[in-house]
């Protein structure tokens, strides 16, 4: 018989449909394996399934996967260096750290990669915020990021192994148009932009580096690290709603997840929960051959939902006052979007882009 007999009958879905059901299967699966391993920062490892996979982006080569691997652990090992210069000449070590997220937000800005600009952001920021309080614990954190890295990226090939592009059904049989090559954003925009993103997470980082209670909110500075990403957007009403959107998002879908497993507490329900955040807000991230007109709030709030409840899964696990600690770090999310919203009107206030918002 044919072998090609089998394919129509495989998954006549479009390929929306595909990556949607790919991001739910794969960051679950992703946070059951973690949570069974349970490392340090083991909730890193959907964190990454998730940003590489609310993407439109076909599989990932393993030059790219290596790539990716590469650049947080570079980042990490950075942040390292520069902890003698913070701890010895803060004014020295915390300008280095400023040039150096600042490349970061102007690599993103001037159309590289934004898994990339993200993973060095985190690495940048979480070494360095949790190092100035405990070396033993910030190499705790790096062996954590780079583990979930690793795992991250593994599932994200797991994900395109069980459901590849290929199977995606082609519409229309209509030829796709060919559309214009897209000019790399002005040098001055760029720069623009990387200030408006270092605004944000700058001052939070320099709070946490006087902060001793650091190494305990990791999460926030991951939200923080992100939120200087997402941030880069041309107008002023469109990175205040979507940083707002997008803790709103977050902050509903982990309350009302915390409710149920205080209910039911089970891996099974954990992971049951993370699948299906993954099918409710994956239709808002992508459309057609591409990402929705929103796709990146509702991504950057699915990574909400993973950063705000699994700390306090894993806090339960422990031992400790899961219940407050969930509630405190979700009080300190919303501070921290509010602050990143401020920021972005008075930054846009005193330096002004030469396009108008359209509204």
Request: glycine fraction near 8%.
């Amino acid at each position: 018989m044919p072998s090609d007999t089998k394919v129509p009958a495989a998954i006549g879905m479009n390929i929306a449909n595909l990556r949607i059901l790919r991001l739910a299967l794969a960051t679950s699966l992703s946070m059951l394996f973690s949570q069974i391993i349970n490392w340090p920062l083991s909730f890193m490892a959907p964190v990454f399934t998730m940003l590489i996979l609310a993407l439109p982006l076909p599989a990932l080569s393993l030059k790219k996967g290596v790539t990716f691997v590469l650049v947080l652990v570079v980042c990490c090992y950075a942040g390292l260096a520069l902890l003698p210069f913070i701890l010895n000449q803060r004014m020295v070590g915390i300008g280095l750290l400023t040039l150096a997220l600042f490349h970061s937000f102007y690599f993103t800005a001037r159309g590289g990669s934004p898994v990339l600009g993200a993973f060095a952001t985190i690495g940048l920021a979480i070494t360095t915020s949790i190092g100035t309080v405990s070396i033993d614990a910030v190499l705790g954190v790096l062996q954590g990021l780079s583990m979930g890295a690793v795992v991250g990226i593994a599932f994200v090939w797991i994900g395109h192994a069980i459901l590849p592009d290929s199977s995606a059904r082609v519409e229309n049989a209509q030829p796709a148009a060919v559309k214009p090559e897209s000019k790399k954003p002005d040098p001055a925009a760029a720069r623009r932009s990387a200030w408006r993103s270092l605004l944000i997470v700058m001052p939070v980082i320099i709070w946490f580096l006087m902060s001793s209670a650091s190494a305990s909110y990791a999460a926030v500075m991951i939200k923080v690290a992100t939120m200087g990403q997402q941030a880069g957007l041309d107008q002023t009403r469109q990175a205040g709603r979507s940083l707002l959107y997008s803790t709103l998002i977050g902050g509903v879908g982990a309350v009302i997840g915390w409710q149920v497993l205080s209910i039911w507490p089970s891996l099974l329900m954990y992971t049951l929960l993370i699948g299906l955040c993954g099918l409710i807000i994956g239709p808002r991230i992508f459309a057609g051959q591409g990402l929705h007109k929103n796709g990146a709030t509702w991504s950057y709030g699915f990574l909400t939902i993973i950063v705000v409840l699994a700390p306090a899964v894993l806090d339960g696990q422990a031992g400790s006052s899961a219940d407050a600690a969930f509630w405190s770090r979700l009080n300190m999310f919303v501070l921290a979007t509010l602050y990143a919203i401020g920021a972005v009107f008075i930054f846009d206030t005193l330096w002004p882009s030469k396009q108008e918002d359209p509204e």
